[in-house]
C-alpha cells in the first residue's frame, strides 16, 4: 500500500488498527489501547495501586505520543483480557495520554506482552484474537 493509499484510508476511517478495550484488573475495568508500536506495557498509578510495584535502580526514559516521560516505579500488571488471565511487567507512567475520541488511556498494552501471550491484534476487524492463547508454557 503506497503511502497516499494509506492516508486515504485513514482519513476515511481514522481510528483502524487501533484497538482499544478495557481490561479487568481486581474487578476494576481500565480502559486500554494495544499498541504494536510500544514495545513495554506502561499503566496510570490508578491501576498501579492495585498491583504490586517496586522502585527500579534507574529511572526509565521513553517517549509516547510525543510527550518523553520518565518513571522509576513498575509494577506486575496482573488482569484479565475477555476473560484470559495475563501477568505482564509494567511501566507505572503519571499519564499515558489519550485516544483518538479523548478518552484517558490507563493501560497501554506493548508488544512483548502481546507475543508473551499469543495475542494477535487484528487491525481491520478492531479486535484481538486471543485464539492463540497458551494454555501451559513450554519452556526449553
Known amino acids: 500500500m503506497s503511502v ?5 484510508l485513514k482519513k ?51 517517549a509516547i505520543g510525543g510527550k518523553k516521560h520518565k518513571s522509576v516505579v513498575s509494577a506486575l500488571l496482573d488482569a484479565k483480557i475477555e476473560g484470559h488471565h495475563i501477568t505482564t511487567h509494567a511501566i507505572v507512567l503519571d ?9 484517558e488511556i490507563q493501560v497501554l498494552f506493548g508488544a512483548l506482552a502481546m507475543q508473551q501471550w499469543r495475542i494477535r491484534p487484528l487491525p481491520k476487524e ?9 494454555q501451559t508454557f513450554v519452556e526449553f
Open 95 to 103: 499519564e499515558i495520554g489519550k485516544d483518538d475520541e479523548g478518552k
Open 12 to 62: 476515511q476511517n481514522p481510528f483502524i488498527g487501533r484497538i482499544r478495550q478495557n481490561v479487568d484488573v481486581k474487578g476494576q475495568k481500565f480502559w486500554t489501547l494495544f499498541d504494536t508500536g510500544a514495545i513495554n506495557t506502561y499503566i496510570v498509578p490508578e491501576v498501579a495501586k492495585l498491583l504490586a510495584t517496586s522502585t527500579m535502580r534507574m529511572p526509565h526514559r521513553s
Open 126 to 134: 478492531e479486535k484481538l484474537d486471543m485464539s492463540h492463547y497458551p
Open 4 to 8: 497516499g493509499s494509506a492516508k486515504r
